[in-house]
């Protein structure tokens, strides 16, 4: 691809927000979502640095959902089983 990565998603990336810099490309550029998707990957693949703190946010926000799971089925089984 030639075409650039607007300095939006740019800034967007380095928060660690990559849905963002995705939709933000899309509007910088008008291409589609999975053109711009391929752009803002292709951009993340050269850098380590960025690659390591995106895999890093995502191993993060994974482990806080499954643990928000185990929360919600606790609660859920002890009201299941709670005596009337």
Not at 9 to 36: C, D, F, P, Q, W
Not at 70 to 82: G, P, Q, S
């Amino acid at each position: 691809m030639s075409q650039q990565l607007p300095p939006s998603a740019v800034s967007a990336l380095h928060a660690g927000n990559k849905m963002e810099a995705i939709k933000l490309t899309r509007e910088a550029t008008n291409l589609g979502l999975k053109e711009a998707k391929e752009l803002v990957e292709a951009y993340v693949a050269t850098s380590p640095a960025l690659q390591a703190q995106l895999q890093a946010q995502s191993s993060s926000s994974g482990s806080l959902l499954s643990s928000l799971f185990m929360i919600i089925l606790v609660v859920a089984a002890v009201v299941y089983f709670w005596p009337d």
